[in-house]
């Protein structure tokens, strides 16, 4: 306030000075609402642009349709069955069956399922084959060991006896009894001395006192690739110049002149008959040769050699290879086809 003793001031100058000092207030004034109004639009504006894109964002980002895993494992499952067959090919199918409910990936699915299954067929007709080869190996192993166990025994027979008997067996006197097998002859040398000496080495092998005895099951003689019976396919070549004589005249095994490894001590023939008939192969140098092998057995024989050792000979086989090998002492040379 200004006091009495103040000298008059001149008011048209305070009235300057205030509307001076009010301009201040009212230019911050301005520019404050001009900054106010300002921000609030640049943020409305701003959120809006932003509000406005965010729902579109994210709604490009759930449009967009997932990936169908299990297609694309039922694919890769089904191009690995054809190496391991249904391990991965089952799994493959069952991944593309329930892939084809999904909204996407149906062809990579269907695909999956085909080669799922065409894997798991492959897999299983391979597997077939390679248990028919393991199991054809097998019967074949004990097929062999059948024929050295009775080439041992024939081997014993003579060193016992010191001779070897066949086609016929022999009674204890040293007499042919064309009747009887060789067969039932070296029964104690297969582990068969009761069914031997249970035998009357006198009469046939049908007989009322050997016919029982002979429909016993001999293991030793029966093929592996038949059922258990009294058949067998275990025949020797007789007569001609072959092993053995045709009258059952006892041999020795120095008297082969071609090689013990080089002759045909018996066969693995075709036609089998019962085990203690004497029904062998006759064999004619000028006749037709029989037929040798078994129908489970393909690709050719098995045959065992007057040393004892059992070779496969395959089927294609020359007939003059052939008849060498089965002559003892003709002199022959078995060709590269043995």
């Given at each position: 306030m200004p006091s009495e003793n103040d000298p008059?001031?001149?008011?048209?100058?305070d009235r300057n000075d205030r509307d001076d000092y009010d301009d201040r207030p009212r230019r911050r004034d301005r520019d404050d609402r001009d900054y106010d109004d300002d921000r609030p639009r640049r943020r409305d504006r701003e959120d809006d642009d932003y509000d406005d894109d965010s729902p579109r964002r994210r709604g490009d980002r759930t449009s967009q349709p997932a990936g169908n895993g299990l297609a694309v494992a039922s694919l890769i499952l089904g191009i690995l069955s054809f190496c391991t067959s249904c391990l991965t090919g089952v799994p493959a199918i069952i991944?593309?069956?329930?892939?084809?409910?999904?909204?996407?990936?149906?062809?990579?699915?269907?695909?999956?399922?085909?080669?799922?299954?065409?894997?798991?067929?492959?897999?299983?007709?391979?597997?077939?084959?390679?248990?028919?080869?393991?199991?054809?190996?097998?019967?074949?192993?004990?097929?062999?060991?059948?024929?050295?166990?009775?080439?041992?025994?024939?081997?014993?027979?003579?060193?016992?006896?010191?001779?070897?008997?066949?086609?016929?067996?022999?009674?204890?006197?040293?007499?042919?009894?064309?009747?009887?097998?060789?067969?039932?002859?070296?029964?104690?040398?297969?582990?068969?001395?009761?069914?031997y000496n249970s035998f009357d080495l006198k009469q046939p092998w049908d007989s009322?006192?050997?016919?029982?005895?002979?429909?016993?099951?001999?293991?030793?003689?029966?093929?592996?690739?038949?059922?258990?019976?009294?058949?067998?396919?275990?025949?020797?070549?007789?007569?001609?110049?072959?092993?053995?004589e045709e009258d059952g005249k006892p041999i020795l095994l120095m008297s082969i002149t071609d090689g013990t490894s080089n002759t045909i001590m018996m066969v693995q023939a075709w036609d089998q008959v019962p085990w203690a008939q004497p029904k062998d192969l006759k064999y004619d140098p000028k006749g037709p040769l029989p037929k040798l092998g078994h129908p489970e057995l393909s690709g050719g024989f098995q045959v065992l050699m007057a040393d004892g050792s059992v070779r496969f000979i395959s089927k294609n086989v020359s007939e003059k290879t052939l008849r060498a090998a089965i002559t003892k002492n003709g002199g022959e040379t078995l060709g590269s086809d043995w």
């Open positions: 008059p001031r001149n008011r048209s100058r991944c593309g069956l329930i892939a084809m409910g999904k909204p996407t990936g149906r062809g990579m699915a269907i695909t999956g399922l085909i080669l799922g299954g065409l894997g798991t067929i492959a897999g299983g007709v391979g597997s077939y084959f390679a248990y028919m080869k393991v199991e054809g190996a097998k019967y074949r192993m004990k097929e062999a060991n059948n024929m050295k166990q009775i080439g041992l025994a024939l081997h014993n027979q003579e060193m016992t006896m010191m001779r070897m008997s066949a086609p016929y067996a022999q009674d204890l006197g040293g007499q042919v009894n064309t009747d009887l097998s060789w067969r039932v002859g070296i029964l104690p040398y297969i582990e068969q001395g009761n069914l009322p006192k050997n016919k029982s005895l002979s429909n016993t099951i001999v293991k030793t003689y029966v093929s592996p690739y038949d059922s258990p019976s009294v058949n067998t396919p275990y025949r020797v070549f007789y007569g001609g110049g072959a092993m053995f």
